[in-house]
């Protein structure tokens, strides 16, 4: 069973046309991260949840924004897409604080720029 | 310089050949560390963990030396399942939640 799901897998959106990708957890982890993935480049961290703590890395665009209502449900809100943000964006999570213990991935929502 | 850095690859190899994959991390406080494999246009999974005292799951053993911060990834006996690429992943614990820093992968194409 998935306890990672993201919605939707596939993602097709116009150039400046606002667009949010969601993602919810079946784990009950305290933290969930949002990475984005160019083409044979490693995942990169845009930021991440601790409960209600929110973490933005320091080298992500103004342009993404994150929500988190719940524990379960977290949501990543590009403002204004550019040709430039075309690519697998993948939701992970984890319990805090533990050391070795490693991140569960949804299967990722692939966005396209028009 | 990038805080994991992998062979450049990708690796060719044929059924049966034994591949191995390293990888070096720049952080001396980095504290857990694991492989995972990604399928073409999938997400990344988990393939195993590393420990100082290295660790084997079938035909996969990884190793870790801290004093020169090393990993490595061994494949015995390839399969063409085994074609993916695989990321040499870092952990650093802060504080409250961990912090993944990946490696940009290596592929390896298993041939028949």
């Known amino acids: ?114 | 310089r990038k805080e994991v850095e992998q062979d450049p690859g990708p690796f060719n190899v044929p059924e049966g050949a034994t591949v191995a994959f390293n990888c070096t991390y720049s952080n001396s406080a980095s504290q857990s560390f694991f492989w995972y494999r990604q399928d073409c246009r999938k997400e990344p999974k988990l393939l195993m963990s590393v420990y100082s005292s290295g660790n084997e799951d079938g035909r996969f053993t990884a190793q870790l030396n801290r004093a020169s911060q090393y990993i490595s990834l061994l494949i015995r006996d390839s399969k063409l399942s085994d074609s993916a690429t695989y990321l040499c992943v870092v952990l650093t614990y802060g504080g409250a939640t961990n912090k993944l820093i990946f490696g940009t992968g290596t592929l390896l194409a298993v041939q028949p």
């Open chain 1, 1 to 114: 069973d998935a306890m990672v799901i993201q919605n939707p897998r596939y993602q097709v959106t116009q150039f400046g046309k606002p667009v949010t990708l969601s993602c919810s957890q079946t784990l009950n982890h305290n933290v969930m991260y949002w990475y984005q993935q160019k083409s044979s480049q490693a995942p990169k961290l845009l930021f991440h949840y601790y409960d209600k703590d929110f973490n933005n890395e320091a080298d992500t665009p103004d342009n993404f924004q994150s929500r988190r209502p719940n524990t379960s449900f977290c949501f990543l809100d590009i403002r204004s897409p550019g040709l430039g943000d075309a690519a697998m964006y993948l939701c992970a999570t984890s319990r805090p604080g533990t050391v070795n213990q490693p991140q569960h991935f949804g299967d990722g929502t692939r966005l396209s720029i028009l």
